[in-house]
């Protein structure tokens, strides 16, 4: 299995750019979900998906969509760039989706790192 | 107050000490707690679930005090790998599902 496999490794944006992160797995997870981690600020969700056409808003959406057509690719869609958006970006997946599950190991892709000038 | 706080750190630390992070959360209704480990650059990976009973890793032990809502997890005998940022992880019930509350990691330096 490669796991969760995210593109690009590196972006640079010019403001008001639009672009699509993409994320997939290939371990047939229920859960996928997106987050930022910036200095100072710990991973913060962005929007996550308990199955293949449900999404659902996290902490920090505002700027971003999501889609999930098939359970195993999760894509990030930044609308129009800007430069707060400029982080690194960590796509994740979990085999189960209820909160009463026992673990949910959190599997993490390797990460996109995004500069909006 | 936020939801997930740990010891802000850096700790710096000779080789063969023991080292031990604490981790404090605010929503007693959460069901679940583990501790990520990150390398510099690198995405985060899961280092242990944590018990209310305790659990030991090798020279990894986690505990965790639901009454106090309180989370620890003690390094014995640190090498030079253990050099990683530490993310103490609670998950919560959200809208709609579960959703996990990172702390902001506390950054471990092992020393020669």
């Known amino acids: 299995n490669a796991g969760v496999t995210q593109t690009p490794k590196f972006q640079v944006l010019k403001t008001g750019q639009s672009m699509t992160l993409q994320c997939a797995q290939d371990?047939?997870?229920?859960?996928m979900s997106w987050y930022r981690q910036d200095p100072g600020m710990g991973l913060r969700l962005i929007h996550y998906s308990v199955g293949a056409g449900i999404t659902d808003q996290g902490e920090v959406p505002n700027g971003y969509n999501v889609s999930r057509s098939t359970t195993e690719d999760f894509p990030l869609r930044l609308l129009s760039a800007a430069p707060s958006q400029t982080s690194v970006y960590f796509c994740a997946s979990s085999l189960y989706s209820g909160w009463t599950s026992g673990d949910n190991e959190q599997f993490f892709g390797p990460g996109t790192r995004l500069t909006v000038l | 107050r936020k939801e997930v706080e740990q010891d802000p750190g850096p700790f710096n630390v000779p080789e063969g000490a023991t080292v031990a992070f604490n981790c404090t959360y605010s929503?007693?209704?959460?069901?679940?707690f583990f501790w990520y480990r990150q390398d510099c650059r690198k995405e985060p990976k899961l280092l242990m679930s944590v018990y209310s009973s305790g659990n030991e890793d090798g020279r990894f032990t986690a505990q965790l005090n639901r009454a106090s809502q309180y989370i620890s997890l003690l390094i014995r005998d640190s090498k030079l790998s253990d050099s990683a940022t530490y993310l103490c992880?609670?998950?919560?019930?959200?809208?709609?599902?579960?959703?996990?509350?990172f702390g902001k990691g506390t950054k471990l330096s092992v020393i020669p």
């Open positions: 992880v609670v998950n919560s019930p959200g809208a709609g599902s579960y959703q996990l509350t």
């Open positions: 371990m047939n997870h229920e859960y």
């Open positions: 929503n007693s209704a959460s069901q679940s």
